[in-house]
């Protein structure tokens, strides 16, 4: 960590902060997070927690990004903390499920993200909460917007994909294939955090005053790997990688409409006989999958001195490796 002192890592153990640092604490507990912070005496916070936003339980949701995030500051404030980093989500300036081309931080965030999706409109509220919060007691925040995150640790993405591989589904895309998406290994964005709050505590000791032009303190930061891939390239990659590539000549595209008819009939059919419950692929997941979503981190190269330091291709290497060694070290001791 360097010269960072004493860091305070939480949602550790999810995929991007076990590539900061593997430790966790429960922060919808305003006691527990106090207690915490006072004993190791933090100097830094990089708050990377939140719940699974492919199964959204919203009142979890609620609990710990927006009442957690808001624990957490008061005891920063309280506790005379000098910095907060905390992970956004580039879901934040998404209207709907159109296109998003080459967005970047003069973007408004609109009332109801995502339709008013309850991840996204609670991960709205927790920047809102924590870019709000700068400035009080000599605290000094900042929120990094983070695209979807692939890397070691990967149980959702990768995994999917190399199932996908695996069965043969991976030759079927929905829509045209040709989207163009923005990802983000985790080694990549956890150097982002550091750099962050690097940055947060280089202000804190600055004797003169910081231009507006580079302050850090107070701002939102998209975080990507800087180079956007059609969709469905991720997903023939990591067939590549392990040893199952697929022709240009076996793809079947099949138009969204299609497939969210019969994906819809799937999420009716298991409301009812679950009681409530949803299928592991939903209407809203593949509308992801036909849209461009790109954005600009031109912003954090210039304030953060954020360079991608892992491309695609090794990012997806690194976390196609990690999987089948886990994979296969999970089968011997079953």
Same mark, same amino acid.
């Given at each position: 960590?360097?010269?960072?002192?004493?860091?305070?890592? !939480?949602?550790?153990?999810?995929?991007?902060?076990?590539?900061?640092?593997?430790?966790?604490?429960?922060?919808?507990?305003? $006691?527990?997070? @106090?207690?915490?912070? #006072?004993?190791?005496?933090?100097?830094?916070?990089?708050?990377?927690?939140?719940?699974?936003?492919?199964?959204?339980?919203? %009142?979890?949701?609620?609990?710990?990004?927006?009442?957690?995030?808001? $624990?957490?500051?008061?005891?920063?404030?309280?506790?005379?903390?000098?910095?907060?980093?905390?992970?956004?989500?580039?879901?934040?300036?998404?209207?709907?499920?159109?296109?998003? !081309?080459?967005?970047?931080?003069?973007?408004?965030?609109?009332?109801?993200?995502?339709?008013? =999706?309850?991840?996204?409109?609670?991960?709205?509220?927790?920047?809102?909460?924590?870019?709000?919060?700068?400035?009080? $007691?000599?605290?000094?925040?900042?929120?990094?917007?983070?695209?979807?995150? &692939? /890397?070691?640790?990967?149980?959702?993405?990768? #995994? @999917?994909?190399?199932?996908?591989?695996?069965?043969?589904?991976?030759?079927?895309?929905?829509?045209?294939? *040709?989207?163009?998406?923005?990802?983000?290994?985790?080694?990549? =964005?956890?150097?982002?955090?550091?750099?962050?709050?690097?940055?947060?505590?280089?202000?804190?000791? =600055?004797?003169?005053?910081?231009?507006?032009?580079?302050?850090?303190?107070?701002?939102? &930061?998209?975080?990507? $790997?800087?180079?956007?891939?059609?969709?469905?390239? &991720?997903?023939? +990659?990591?067939?590549?990688?392990?040893?199952?590539? !697929?022709?240009?000549?076996?793809?079947?595209?099949?138009?969204?409409?299609?497939?969210?008819?019969?994906?819809?009939?799937?999420?009716?059919? +298991?409301?009812?006989?679950?009681?409530?419950?949803?299928?592991?692929? +939903?209407?809203?997941?593949? *509308?992801?999958?036909?849209?461009? %979503?790109? &954005?600009? !981190?031109?912003?954090?190269?210039?304030?953060?001195?954020?360079?991608? #330091?892992? /491309?695609?291709?090794? /990012?997806?290497?690194?976390?196609?490796?990690?999987?089948?060694?886990?994979?296969?070290?999970?089968?011997?001791?079953?």
């Amino acid at each position: 960590m360097g010269d960072l002192g004493s860091v305070f890592i !939480i949602g550790g153990c999810g995929l991007l902060g076990h590539h900061i640092v593997k430790y966790l604490l429960d922060i919808t507990s305003r $006691n527990d997070v @106090h207690t915490a912070l #006072r004993k190791v005496k933090a100097n830094v916070i990089i708050n990377t927690a939140s719940p699974d936003p492919l199964v959204p339980v919203p %009142r979890l949701l609620e609990e710990v990004n927006i009442n957690g995030t808001q $624990n957490v500051l008061d005891c920063a404030i309280e506790l005379g903390i000098r910095v907060h980093v905390y992970t956004s989500s580039s879901e934040v300036v998404q209207r709907s499920y159109d296109d998003i !081309i080459w967005a970047d931080e003069t973007w408004p965030l609109p009332e109801n993200p995502v339709d008013g =999706a309850v991840y996204s409109m609670t991960k709205k509220i927790g920047e809102e909460l924590v870019l709000q919060a700068n400035g009080k $007691n000599g605290l000094h925040t900042a929120a990094l917007r983070l695209c979807t995150i &692939f /890397g070691e640790g990967d149980r959702v993405l990768t #995994r @999917h994909a190399i199932e996908m591989a695996q069965d043969g589904r991976a030759k079927y895309h929905v829509g045209t294939g *040709k989207n163009l998406y923005d990802f983000i290994y985790a080694g990549n =964005a956890a150097e982002g955090h550091i750099l962050a709050a690097k940055k947060l505590l280089d202000e804190c000791n =600055a004797k003169a005053a910081i231009s507006s032009a580079s302050q850090v303190s107070g701002e939102a &930061f998209f975080l990507t $790997n800087g180079d956007p891939w059609p969709f469905w390239a &991720f997903s023939r +990659t990591v067939a590549e990688k392990i040893g199952k590539p !697929i022709a240009d000549k076996d793809i079947w595209t099949i138009p969204l409409g299609v497939v969210c008819l019969f994906v819809k009939v799937l999420e009716w059919m +298991t409301w009812v006989l679950t009681l409530g419950g949803q299928p592991s692929i +939903t209407t809203n997941m593949l *509308k992801y999958t036909a849209q461009v %979503r790109t &954005f600009s !981190i031109e912003k954090a190269k210039q304030r953060l001195g954020y360079q991608p #330091r892992v /491309g695609m291709e090794e /990012g997806i290497q690194r976390a196609v490796t990690w999987h089948l060694s886990n994979s296969a070290k999970a089968k011997k001791l079953s």
